[in-house]
T-cell receptor, first 112, second 115 residues
């Protein structure tokens, strides 16, 4: 059973607001990831981290930022939300290189 | 660069039919890992299987089976005697050992099993 949690599950927010999507895991995994999933289902890697104080941008350019101050916590922040940010955001973690990633339930963000 | 192609966008079957989901991958690495995930309507991705590039044995787990063929760069997934609960989006994914270890996904195949 994976222990990775995302909050909130659903968020509707106005344009221009600053938001932070939370992701926490209790498995002690070094690697964490953020994926953006568009309505057409495709998953795009937007950020990843190999450990504390390590963050890298993924394959899809994103206006969001991430931080990794603690192993278990990998929050994603949007300084000024726009309707184009409307999407599902999935957080994941893995223990070692090339092992399976465990996913949270996702945050469905709607910017109006 | 690594790439995963799932050519079937949507598949619809009637319960008890067998169904195969196709996955074709591209990589320059000789060591790599392939995965299948299931995404039910609730939204989370559920891990199904991981296979490394040196293990070409087919795998069977209950009604699920996987056929890995390096010669055709394919890692297909078959559900035997499908059930309504199998309805979900299924993703194939690839990570390279020598690369950044990023997990790259195909676009997914939406499977609908009708009663």
């Amino acid at each position: 059973e994976a222990d990775i949690y995302q909050t909130p599950r659903y968020l509707v927010i106005g344009t221009g607001k600053k938001i932070t999507l939370e992701c926490s895991q209790t498995m002690g995994h070094d690697k964490m990831y953020w994926y953006q999933q568009d309505p057409g289902m495709e998953l795009h890697l937007i950020h990843y981290s190999y450990g504390v104080n390590s963050t890298e941008k993924g394959d899809l350019s994103s206006e969001s930022t991430v931080s990794r101050i603690r192993t278990e916590h990998f929050p994603l922040t949007l300084e000024s939300a726009r309707p184009s940010h409307t999407s599902q955001y999935l957080c994941a973690s893995s223990s070692d290189r090339n092992t399976e990633a465990f996913f949270g339930q996702g945050t469905r963000l709607t910017v109006v | 660069a690594q790439k995963v192609t799932q050519a079937q966008t949507e598949i619809s079957v009637v319960e008890k039919e067998d169904v195969t989901l196709d996955c074709v991958y591209e990589t320059r690495d000789t060591t790599y890992y392939l995965f299948w995930y299931k995404q039910p309507p609730s939204g989370e991705l559920v891990f199904l299987i991981r296979r490394n590039s040196f293990d070409e044995q087919n795998e069977i787990s209950g009604r699920y089976s996987w056929n890995f063929q390096k010669s055709t760069s394919s890692f297909n997934f078959t559900i035997t005697a499908s059930q309504v609960v199998d309805s979900a989006v299924y993703f194939c994914a690839l990570s390279e050992y020598g690369g950044s270890e990023k997990l790259v996904f195909g676009k997914g195949t939406k499977l609908t099993v009708n009663p």
